[in-house]
């Protein structure tokens, strides 16, 4: 008999949170036990109009209690850059295992939690992407730096997003830097006329963020070389393509004792 994940869920009225509720309570090995809102809005998530009435569920408006009250194994969150530090620090705290979506994150955060989970034995999962596609993106842009190391990184998201640069694209330079000799790029004398006309400096690699409405999730790495460029794109048209990694974590996570940085790292 397969042994039930019990989930909890941060943000559940989210663009990403919405679907995550659908897959977690489609999955007959998954079991949704509550979910954090910071609203107070309901108190189940059969009385919010964006979901049917047969998911009965609890929601908390405080995660201390969510964790206190239903215990679960996981929780997933999709929040935002300023709530997620404390809710993964907490859940850590409590030995629930973090999936987190959110991006935004410091240097600094990333490794307080990375030595606190490793210190307490506890699996965790920060993905900056869950679409597998864009994962392959990182994987092949890392490769090409190898053999084309001026690169810029263009990313494109919906205008309601509230980090520049995306974590995708903070996760995809990090990634290259691993492979590419650090260098400034462009010419040495170079000067924005307008501040910012040149993008988000990384190791010398510039990051341009576009934010438009029509956009989902979209990243283009560009490799200049002698006469030639490479572009490597992913382009993720729904929420929907990140579910298979978000299930994916969820599964993984249950036998994970340290914290794990990046979907590429666990596929
Ligand atoms: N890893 C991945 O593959 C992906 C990651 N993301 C990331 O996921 C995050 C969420 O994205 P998205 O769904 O588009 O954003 P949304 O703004 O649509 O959703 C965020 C939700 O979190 C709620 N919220 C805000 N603060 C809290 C809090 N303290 N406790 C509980 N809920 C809270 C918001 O409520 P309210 O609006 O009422 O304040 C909102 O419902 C972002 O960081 C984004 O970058 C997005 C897509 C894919
Ligand atoms: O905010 C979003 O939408 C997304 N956020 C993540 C990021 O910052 O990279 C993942 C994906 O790009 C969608």
């Known amino acids: ?3 039930m994940i019990t989930v909890a869920i941060a ?10 509720v659908h897959t977690v309570i489609s999955r007959e090995d998954f079991q949704l036990v509550g979910v954090l809102d910071h609203k ?5 998530l059969q009385q919010y109009p964006q979901f049917p009435d047969t998911y009965d569920v ?11 009250e239903v ?17 993964t620090k907490l859940a850590l705290k409590h030995g629930v295992r973090p999936v987190i979506g959110t991006t935004g994150f410091t240097d600094e955060q990333l490794q307080e939690l990375t030595d606190y989970a490793k210190q307490h034995g506890i699996g965790a999962i920060i993905a900056p992407n869950f679409a ?20 810029e990184i263009i990313e494109l998201h919906h205008d309601q997003k509230l980090d520049a640069p995306s974590g995708t694209a903070i996760k995809t330079a990090q990634l290259i830097q691993e492979n590419r000799p650090s260098h400034k ?5 170079e000067k924005e006329t307008i501040p910012g006309a040149r993008g988000a400096d990384f190791d010398g690699m510039r990051i341009h963020s576009v934010r438009l409405p029509g956009l989902v999730a979209h990243q283009e790495v560009l ?20 579910m298979s990694g978000v299930k994916l974590c969820v599964e993984k996570v249950m036998t994970l004792d340290h914290l794990v940085y990046g979907l590429e790292n666990i596929l």
Do not use: C, W
Request: net charge negative.
């Open 132 to 151: 597998v596609g864009a994962v392959l993106m990182m994987k092949f842009a890392a490769m090409a730096a190898q053999y084309m190391p001026d690169v």
């Open 58 to 68: 609890p929601v908390f408006m405080d995660l201390q209690t969510l964790f206190n």
């Open 40 to 44: 107070e809005i309901a108190e189940n």
């Open 185 to 189: 790029q462009g010419h040495l004398d």
């Open 71 to 87: 215990k679960p194994d996981v929780i997933i969150d999709l929040t935002t850059p300023e709530a997620v530090y404390e809710h």
């Open 11 to 20: 943000g559940p009225r989210g663009r990403m949170g919405q679907e995550a």
């Open 223 to 242: 490799f200049g070389g002698e006469g030639q460029m490479l572009t490597i794109r992913h382009d993720s048209y729904n929420r929907a393509s990140f």
């Open 1 to 3: 008999m397969t042994h």
